[in-house]
């Protein structure tokens, strides 16, 4: 493990980065901004992480019935975040241009949906329904390689927000109709990805719900991500 003592890292910023495990001792963290997978923080002897939890709970309570065994509160959650995204893209209307910007290297709001609609590929369509058509060509996947432009993505598209809003208009009606139909126990069985080297490979093994989860859980921390620089840029035009 690197080791850093007496190092100025003021300003520093670490992207996708692995930091199990780390020791921060006897250190200065003042306007600090923590974005990640976090389980476990310990700050000056206290575990903090359930208190995080209640309180994004407090906030948004749809990630309560994300979390949920209940077919019934699962379709609920999905309606919500569909509604959600639906009076962002209403807000992004009333600024045309503000879709394309950007804040501190993250996606633009086309991007992250663009990105969503490669997530309902991969996570639902391939992992739920165990379909091996390509993917939507528009859609904007990891950049992981081999990965980043296969299964029929185009990386040289550059859609319209009409034409993506459409498109994920779409997806969210093909997973809501799913959602009305499904059952607590076709939730529970393996989910069916295919046999072949289209990403996700690491879904095979999971269940149906746990592939299910992902999509839910992709679609409600990017439209956060997307609220989060929407206001900063914002916040910048009006400085």
Sequence with gaps: MTRYVDEDLHGAEFRECDLTG????????????????????????????????AELD????????????????????????HAGWAATIERIRRRPGIERRSVNDEWSAVQTM?????????????CCLGSTELFTPMGIGTTVEPYRGAHG??????????????????????????LDEVTA?????????????????????????????????ETFEHHGFCVRD??????????
């Excluded at 749809?62 to 379709?75: F, G, H």
């Design 230 to 239: 929407l206001d900063l840029i914002e916040a910048q035009d009006a400085d």
């Design 185 to 217: 126990g076709q939730l529970a069985a393996r989910a069916p990805v295919p046999d072949d080297d289209v990403w996700p490979p690491y879904a095979r093994g999971r269940s149906v719900r746990q592939c299910l989860g992902t999509v839910l859980n």
């Design 22 to 53: 780390a020791r921060l001792i006897g250190v200065v963290m003042q306007d600090v901004v923590i974005d990640g997978l976090i389980t476990n923080l310990v700050v000056n002897g206290v575990e903090v992480t359930e208190y995080v939890e």
């Design 58 to 81: 407090r906030r948004h309570p749809v990630r309560v019935l994300i979390r949920s065994e209940d077919p019934a509160d699962l379709r609920e959650a999905s309606r919500q975040l």
């Design 114 to 126: 663009r990105h969503l609609v490669f997530v309902h590929d991969s996570w639902f369509r391939r």
């Design 153 to 178: 993505l185009d990386l040289s598209l550059d859609p319209a927000l009409d034409e993506i809003v459409s498109v994920r208009d779409a997806q969210a009606a093909e997973l809501e109709a799913w």
